[in-house]
Structures are given as structure tokens and as C-alpha cells.
């Protein structure tokens, strides 16, 4: 990405997915099935620092996990709505064992899925290494109605509806 007026860097592009990942309680993760078809799958965003990893924790005996074992590609959109932003990442799953790092991610609110705990043995560590991501950021709701407006009053494309920026990990 090259630097100029228009265009963020890289670091700063990395920044923006970064405040909207951690601003948004849930993200879907989709993953490519037994048949072929795409899947996707609330989960709980975890509140650690994005570095190109992705963090979740999930269930060894559901579907998803075990599509990830089989065919690791895989992509997790975050949407905050309110303030007009969206992430899109595409990653390899990772199945991880790591006590230490569940430990940091594990909340008591986990219990609902998992009865036994922390301890329960069909807790599943999921890591999503970042390939690469696509930001979308908008200078707010009411500028982007405005351009879609005179777009659909003038049959003239609308010319600024906010960033779009691509990074590779």
C-alpha cells in the first residue's frame, strides 16, 4: 500500500481493522463445509491486541471446528453498523492447545456453552492467522445517505462513500 494523502500506510490501515474488531462484540466466522457450501457462525470477539491473529474459542465436537480440521480457509467480518465500519479478514484456522493462552481468553461467560468450564474437554482454541484483510470506514452515516441521494437523484455514480483499503499479513 503505498503512502499518500488518499491512502493510509499499512500500520495505519492495520490501526483502523484493529479499533473495529475490538469494537464489536461479535464477529462470523465462515467456514467451506463437508459439500462445498460456506458457513457461517457467530463468535465472541476476544479482547486481545490484533497482530494478525484472530483468537476464538469454540467447540471440538461441533461442525465448525471440524470443517476447520479438514479445510482451514476460512473468513471473519466484524460490521459496526453504528459507526459505519467493516472488517473483512481471510486466514488459516489453527486448532490450538495452549493452556496458557485459554486461560487469557476464558471468560466465566463461556460456561453457558461449556457447563464444565474451563476444564470442559470439548473446549477448543481457535487461531486464525491473518493472509489478509479489507477495511471499509465511512466518515459518517449521514455523508454516505447524502452521496447515495444525489446518486440516485442525478444517475451519476456517488464519488465518496467513505475508505476502502486492503492489507496482506
Avoid: C
Avoid at 67 to 92: K, L, T, W
Wanted: overall charge negative.
Amino acid at each position: 500500500m503505498s503512502q499518500s494523502s488518499d491512502h493510509p500506510t499499512r500500520e495505519e490501515t492495520i490501526k483502523a481493522m484493529a479499533a473495529v474488531m475490538k469494537g464489536v462484540k461479535f464477529a462470523m466466522l465462515t467456514v467451506e463445509t463437508e459439500d462445498g457450501h460456506l458457513q457461517a457462525h457467530p463468535m465472541t470477539t476476544q479482547q486481545t491486541e490484533f497482530d494478525g491473529d484472530v483468537w476464538f474459542i469454540g467447540g471440538k465436537d461441533t461442525q465448525q471446528v471440524q470443517s476447520m480440521m479438514v479445510r482451514p480457509n476460512v473468513n471473519v467480518s466484524y460490521s459496526d453498523h453504528g459507526g459505519g465500519n467493516y472488517v473483512s479478514i481471510s486466514g488459516v484456522a489453527q486448532l490450538v492447545e495452549n493452556r496458557a493462552k485459554l486461560e487469557e481468553l476464558w471468560s466465566d461467560f463461556y460456561k453457558a456453552y461449556f457447563p464444565g468450564g474451563i476444564d470442559d474437554p470439548s473446549v477448543q482454541l481457535i487461531k486464525i492467522e491473518a493472509q489478509g484483510g479489507e477495511y471499509w470506514g465511512s466518515d459518517g452515516k449521514l455523508k454516505s445517505m447524502l452521496q447515495m441521494a444525489r446518486a440516485a437523484v442525478t444517475g451519476k455514480p456517488a464519488t465518496d462513500l467513505g475508505t476502502n483499503e486492503t492489507v496482506e499479513f
